[in-house]
């Protein structure tokens, strides 16, 4: 009884197989009627040839296996995930055999397809990109961008198969889609795909430099006009202009760029980690510890009310504690002013500053300087970086240049406007500069995590 069961569901398999090569579909559901759990079985085995790889591996491919495929597609989905025992999934079979448009129909029923790996970890965008199928290679990275991240078992981003291979093309697809991409953390993301790292640490420029064809030359002309690191040393401390070769077209031209090899690279993470702690450094690790700790909400809530500090602040320049000498409205010569509707004969050199005596504005102008260097510092740390972060802290600049103008002109006690302005340029270069050094640790591999 149960080989006659094993036998009839064997049978029902070799049915089914049969109705992918035909891509009949009443005969697929003519299988299900005679055994509803035909599919489940078959997906219960870990790594199995299924009817949508048999689909798919088809030598011509018809409308009707097309047809059968994105049935079996929406009757099992898993299937489409599924590796056969040459380690490779439906989509995979299909690009080998070159059915474009079985790719697109699986891709628009699920997009986390182009992330799926097979042998050797080849998902189909390594692939596309090893066969120079560009105009796939630009639809994968259209409907799944985060497929740029994934990397073969030798730590081989897509770039890096399109620099093996020769491919000059689609390297000029991939290269082009990270600079104009603008999902969230492009420009990190950018700079992370050009500077990475294989197996044996070589980037994608020592990689090209290596050729010694033309698309060798083409690539290398390409690539030093991005953001690759063109000084960077694989794991036997060679750069791309130590691997080029030596009287080579290459090698002028990573002079050209100034990719020489003397020139030592940045200090690793574990020799950050060994180096002594200076001070900035100190101070750096701790205002990055305090942007960890607080939450959005918190960070909102600071950074409006750093924002009303500041702008009070710079409010009371504009009115000060007893106001500003003013001249009366009778006076042609404005050298009187009216104060306690008395006329009190005033040198003109006071008009426009402020009442306050010599001691008292002192100590207003050191306290509100204080408060506004506090407030603009939080405003400072707080802010994410990027570009718009940068336009921001220009307009901060150019903000407390203002206001130390401000106060320099309303102030009773005689002030050289460029040491004040030297004061202030000073300041802000010593937040930029603890802001700059914090960014960096915090880039650093593995820190803070």
């Known amino acids: 009884m149960t080989s006659n069961m094993n036998t009839t569901s064997e049978d029902h398999r070799v049915n089914l197989y049969r109705a992918a090569l035909e891509g009949d579909i009443n005969c697929l559901y003519t299988v299900i009627q005679l055994n509803p759990h035909v599919l489940e079985e078959i997906d219960s085995i870990p790594f199995v040839q299924t009817p949508l790889h048999v689909a798919a591996s088809v030598e011509n491919l018809l409308v009707e296996h097309l047809q059968f495929s994105i049935e079996i597609m929406r009757l099992k989905p898993s299937f489409a995930g599924k590796l056969n025992p040459e380690g490779y999934t439906p989509i995979h079979l299909a690009l080998q055999r070159g059915h474009d448009k079985m790719v697109l129909r699986f891709i628009s029923i699920n997009k986390d397809l182009v992330r799926a790996k097979g042998k050797e970890g080849y998902t189909p965008l390594h692939f596309a990109t090893e066969k120079g199928k560009i105009d796939l290679l630009a639809e994968f990275l259209r409907v799944c961008p985060d497929s740029i991240e994934d990397v073969t078992i030798r730590n081989e981003t897509a770039l890096h198969i399109a620099v093996k291979h020769g491919n000059y093309e689609a390297l000029q697809v991939l290269l082009g889609w990270l600079m104009r991409t603008f999902k969230t953390g492009a420009r990190q993301l950018e700079k992370t795909i050009?500077?990475?790292?294989?197996?044996?640490?070589n980037t994608i420029l020592h990689a090209a430099s290596s050729r010694q064809d033309d698309s060798g030359v083409r690539m290398v002309r390409l690539l030093v006009k991005t953001k690759v690191d063109l000084k960077a040393k694989n794991f036997e401390e060679r750069s791309a202009f130590d691997m080029a070769e030596p009287d080579g077209e290459i090698r002028s031209i990573l002079v050209g760029a100034n990719a020489n090899s003397s020139v030592t690279d940045v200090a690793?993470?574990?020799e950050l980690l060994k180096s002594k702690m200076t001070f900035i450094g100190r101070i750096s690790i701790f205002i990055s510890r305090i942007k960890r700790d607080i939450t959005e909400?918190?960070?909102n809530a600071y950074l409006i009310i750093a924002a009303l500090i500041a702008t009070a602040t710079y409010q009371s320049v504009l009115s000060p504690p007893g106001g500003l000498f003013q001249a009366s409205v009778g006076d042609n010569i404005a050298n009187t002013t009216s104060l306690n509707s008395t006329s009190i004969a005033i040198p003109m050199d006071l008009l426009g500053t402020s009442i306050l005596t010599g001691p008292e504005f002192f100590f207003f102008l050191i306290y509100s300087i204080i408060s506004f260097l506090a407030s603009t510092m939080i405003i400072i740390i707080l802010t994410p970086a990027g570009i718009v972060d940068r336009?921001?802290?220009?307009?901060i600049f150019w903000f407390l240049i203002s206001y130390v103008f401000s106060?320099?002109?309303?102030?009773?006690i005689p002030v050289n406007p460029l040491v004040g302005f030297a004061i202030v340029l000073l300041t802000l270069s010593i937040f930029l500069s603890m802001r700059k050094l914090f960014q960096v640790w915090e880039e650093r591999k593995g820190c803070g995590r």
């Open 268 to 270: 690793t993470y574990a």
């Open 297 to 299: 909400d918190q960070r």
């Open 391 to 395: 336009m921001m802290l220009m307009s």
């Open 194 to 201: 050009l500077n990475w790292k294989d197996e044996e640490g």
């Open 407 to 412: 106060l320099l002109l309303i102030s009773p």
